[in-house]
């Protein structure tokens, strides 16, 4: 499982697995223990990690989408939504954009961390 992640199912409980996994989802990106932008595993691999059916963790993620806690970028991935700061909102999109844009222009990670690193150090 994720570093920044924690989730237990409890099969004993009366709440459903995928209500456990929305609420604690849910409650890690309110505190910040799931920083926003945080990438969360695939469905296939929290559901291996969990010992759930994957449709258990889809049914949590959609839920969790449509109540705005996360966000799926096709192939790239789930992650933590923004939320309600709209200063963080701005930031991420301006992120995702360039991260956009450096993939487009055949830069990896590391050379696009570089090349934000390097703005940063220019703006001081």
Do not use: C, W
């Not at 839920?63 to 192939?75: H, K, M, P, Q, S």
């Amino acid at each position: 499982m994720d570093d920044h992640m924690r989730i237990v199912v409890d099969g004993g409980m009366a709440v459903p697995p995928y209500e456990q996994i929305r609420a604690q989802i849910a409650d890690q990106a309110r505190d910040g223990r799931l920083p926003s932008g945080v990438r969360l595993p695939t469905v296939r691999r929290l559901a291996g990690d969990l010992r759930v059916a994957p449709g258990t963790v889809a049914r949590a993620y959609r839920t969790l989408e449509e109540d705005g806690v996360i966000e799926t970028r096709g192939r790239h991935g789930t992650f933590v939504s923004a939320g309600g700061d709209p200063a963080a909102r701005a930031a991420f999109a301006a992120a995702a954009e360039f991260v956009a844009r450096a993939q487009r222009l055949g830069l990896d990670r590391k050379e696009a961390l570089a090349v934000v690193d390097a703005a940063f150090n220019a703006a001081d």
